[in-house]
């Protein structure tokens, strides 16, 4: 009887070290084969005397390989890290992109640094990320639609290279302060919509605004413009604080309501090439209650065929 325990012992004891090394070599074999399909994202590093952020679990990044199986994107991500970095490479490969909505409505993420293999930000990519602070992009020529929608944190945006950004992309960022887009040669409709926090706006590149773009950013007192070629409908329409816009003899199309209710602009220098005024429902209002232009801007507009409704009013 004794033995017989002892031999059933015996075999129980070697049973389980069967499974647990089974386990351990499926394991590698999935790791070194290809297969798996989740990486560790990384936090960033910490400064001296900085505090670790809380939660400091980095989670997990799902991905897929592109078509044609030269690169990866990020297609979801685990865990509620508050400073995140996309990693470069995944299994060898270049991280070339995120999938929509990646972020969207993370309550937790304050920064996020994405490597310069990711060239775009896909629409709604952070849309109500309202703790996100800051993000840095330095490989990014286009930003998709809502892509930062309702940030109402993000304070910090560097960007470079883009050159596209995309309708509501940065609608309602309230906190946003200053942008700087030295490539930039589209800006969608809507843009930087209430982004009434926002003081300055230089564009040297920017040959398209769209309607609405910085409409009642009623903080925005500086505009440097010069490429800029139309200006759509009521795209700086309630600008009360603006003061300077810097534009250059490409200007040739200012639209409805364009400048209406700027009521302190008083540095613009009307562009011999701008004639053009669409109108809505009958009146232009480009210049509508701009009456801190000087006399000589406003009458030459006039003789360029601005109807000059509101302008003397």
């Known amino acids: 009887m004794?033995?017989?325990?002892?031999?059933?012992?015996?075999?129980?004891?070697?049973?389980?070290?069967?499974?647990?090394?089974?386990?351990?070599?499926?394991?590698?074999?999935?790791?070194?084969?290809?297969?798996?399909?989740?990486?560790?994202?990384?936090?960033?590093?910490?400064?001296t005397g900085e505090p670790a952020a809380t939660p400091v679990n980095p989670g997990i990044f799902g991905y897929i390989r592109t078509e044609n199986r030269d690169g990866v994107i990020i297609t979801y991500r685990t865990g509620n890290a508050t400073n995140v970095v996309v990693p470069d490479t995944i299994e060898s490969l270049p991280v070339v992109g995120i999938q929509t909505g990646l972020f969207q409505n993370d309550r937790e993420v304050q920064s996020v640094t994405l490597?310069?293999?990711?060239?775009?930000?896909?629409?709604?990519?952070?849309?109500?990320?309202?703790?996100?602070?800051?993000?840095?992009m330095p490989g990014v020529t286009t930003i998709g639609l809502n892509a930062f929608r309702d940030c109402t944190s993000l304070t910090t945006v560097s960007l470079p290279r883009a050159a596209t950004i995309g309708n509501n992309a940065f609608y309602n960022c309230s906190s946003l302060a200053n942008i700087t887009l030295p490539e930039a040669a589209t800006i969608g409709?809507?843009?930087?919509?209430?982004?009434?926090?926002?003081?300055?706006?230089?564009m040297p590149?920017?040959?398209?605004?769209?309607v609405n773009a910085f409409r009642g950013c009623n903080s925005l007192h500086t505009?440097?413009?010069?490429?800029?070629?139309?200006?759509?409908?009521?795209?700086?329409?309630?600008?009360?604080?603006?003061?300077?816009v810097e534009v250059?003899?490409?200007?040739?199309?200012?639209?409805?309501s364009a400048f209406r209710d700027c009521i302190n602009l008083s540095d613009f220098n009307v562009?011999?090439?701008?004639?053009?005024?669409?109108?809505?429902g009958g009146a232009d209002n480009t210049f509508f209650r701009c009456h801190k232009l000087p006399f000589a801007a406003?009458?030459?507009?006039?003789?360029?065929?601005?109807?000059?409704?509101?302008?003397y009013q």
């Open 2 to 47: 004794h033995k017989n325990k002892l031999l059933i012992t015996g075999m129980a004891a070697l049973l389980l070290v069967f499974q647990l090394t089974t386990c351990r070599n499926s394991r590698e074999t999935a790791d070194s084969d290809g297969t798996s399909r989740a990486a560790q994202a990384t936090e960033s590093p910490r400064r």
């Open 115 to 136: 490597p310069v293999t990711v060239t775009a930000i896909p629409n709604d990519a952070f849309r109500g990320c309202n703790s996100l602070v800051s993000i840095n």
């Open 189 to 202: 409709n809507e843009a930087f919509y209430n982004c009434y926090s926002l003081l300055t706006v230089t």
């Open 205 to 210: 590149g920017v040959t398209t605004i769209g």
């Open 223 to 244: 505009v440097s413009i010069p490429g800029v070629m139309t200006i759509g409908s009521e795209a700086f329409r309630a600008c009360i604080s603006l003061v300077k």
């Open 248 to 256: 250059s003899e490409r200007l040739t199309t200012a639209g409805f």
């Open 271 to 280: 562009p011999t090439n701008l004639t053009q005024f669409p109108r809505s």
């Open 298 to 311: 406003r009458d030459r507009l006039i003789a360029q065929g601005y109807s000059g409704a509101g302008l």
